[in-house]
T-cell receptor, first 118, second 112 residues
């Protein structure tokens, strides 16, 4: 299957700092990428849909000013957690949809980023 | 009520056993059903993908969908230690990759 690279795989930061997470589609182009958050023992929850060249669409209850998304190219989307607090500690996963094959089975996930805010 | 309910387990079985994993859902608009396998601290990878009701088999894996009961299952035959992972069900009303609803995942351990 196609490869989606997510970096870093884990990060520890102090409260109040900002953290950037990158999501890259390595062997395909993706106009749309999705960002999910997964708390322990809970399901993956969609945070936002990232569209190349336009503003991201955020799910209800997700603060767009706190979770900044930039989808600057067809292979890269970034999620920046601004002024992180301990309650933002979670596992963040991106997924990318192949530009040419926009069906459910052509949605590929990154390996995730474990964020711990002290 | 959650959109998708999945027993988190953990489930522990001996090698060679048949494993049954299940999800229930409430939204009758869901038509596309996926099962993902997720290893620890890794992203989910697609195992099975089915549309509407019925069965689908791929090697040792069989996915079943019963839309009338809003119930889906994943069966693993001749389970192997390498099958030890968390299994997530996901479903969607559309086939565009948008708006997936995930279960919480079931943690499976296959004991050699």
């Amino acid at each position: 299957g196609a490869v989606v690279s997510q970096h870093p795989s884990w990060v520890i930061c102090k409260s109040g700092t900002s953290v950037k997470i990158e999501c890259r589609s390595l062997d395909f182009q993706a106009t749309t990428m999705f960002w999910y958050r997964q708390f322990p023992k809970q399901s993956l929850m969609l945070m936002a849909t990232s569209n190349e060249g336009s503003k991201a669409t955020y799910e209800q209850g997700v603060e767009k000013d706190k979770f900044l998304i930039n989808h600057a190219s067809l292979t890269l989307s970034t999620l920046t957690v601004t002024s992180a607090h301990p309650e933002d500690s979670s596992f963040y996963i991106c997924s990318a949809r192949d530009l040419k094959l926009t069906t459910n089975e052509k949605l590929f996930f990154g390996s995730g980023t474990q964020l711990s805010v002290l | 009520q959650k959109e998708v309910e999945q027993d988190p387990g953990p489930l522990s079985v001996p090698e060679g056993a048949i494993v049954s994993l299940n999800c229930t859902y409430s939204n009758s608009a869901f038509q596309y059903f996926m099962w993902y396998r997720q290893y620890s601290r890794k992203g989910p990878e697609l195992l099975m993908y089915t549309y509407s009701s019925g069965n689908k088999e791929d090697g040792r894996f069989t996915a079943q969908v019963d839309k009338s009961s809003k119930y889906i299952s994943l069966f693993i035959r001749d389970s192997q230690p390498s099958d030890s992972a968390t299994y997530l069900c996901a479903m969607s009303a559309s086939n565009t990759g948008n708006q997936f609803y995930f279960g919480t995942g079931t943690s499976l351990t296959v004991i050699p």
